[in-house]
């Protein structure tokens, strides 16, 4: 099959939508923006993957923030945040080849006009965190318009540029924040920011810093 770039996919109506690692995002019809992006790259080596999920995360960013949402930071590693409660999140998947990734899928679950969500206390939506309606195909437009600018940065190898404007924006950097680990140990420590293969590099107590992939550390806030 030869798509165009970019190609996406909307629904309106999402019965089994995946998030990281076999969790799931609950959606609701006509309130919700559900879509995948398919993408092409151009000498991409596989090593710089991580620029990726930059690139779509900041993209995201800027594109609440032209709608003034409130305090947007990126949760690691690809959950948009508003005050602290998760309004979009992003679920990638690539095709690799001789050692490059040639290209992504890109998949979108916005939370828009949503007015309470059941049993989810940690979710907002564009509307709970600003109290405006909001257009569906407009605020579509807009999020595909700003993703593209910043994915076409990692043609241009703007790699190391995307890392640093992301590690500005995670959430709860250098703060004080009680971590997990799968054997249920917890400690307290703050997050620096993320290596060079995208692996969340948090600093404990007595400031050693170690690095995590996603399932091997959960945030408890």
Known sequence: MNLEDPTIVITNN??????????????????????????????????????????????????????????????????IMSRSKKMAGILIENQIKQGNVVSSVIGLGINVNEK?????????????????????????????????IQ????DKGEHANLKIKYETSLFRKDMISVFEVPDGYRFNGKIKGVNEIGKIVIENENEISNSYQLKEIKMLF
Do not use: C
């Not at 779509?56 to 690809?78: Q, R």
């Not at 564009?126 to 993703?147: H, P, R, S």
């Open 14 to 79: 999402q019965t089994k939508g995946r998030g990281q690692h076999g969790t799931s995002w609950q959606s609701v019809p006509q309130q919700s923006l559900l879509f995948s992006m398919f993408k092409r790259f151009e000498d991409l080596p596989s090593n710089k993957i991580s620029s990726i999920t930059y690139a779509v995360s900041l993209g995201l960013e800027n594109a609440f923030k032209k709608y003034k949402i409130p305090n947007i930071t990126i949760k690691w590693p690809n959950d």
């Open 116 to 148: 309470k969500f059941k049993s989810l206390p940690q979710a907002t939506s564009m509307f709970l965190a600003t109290g405006n309606k909001f257009d569906l195909n407009e605020v579509l437009q807009i999020v595909i318009e700003e993703i593209l």
């Open 151 to 154: 994915l076409n940065k990692l």
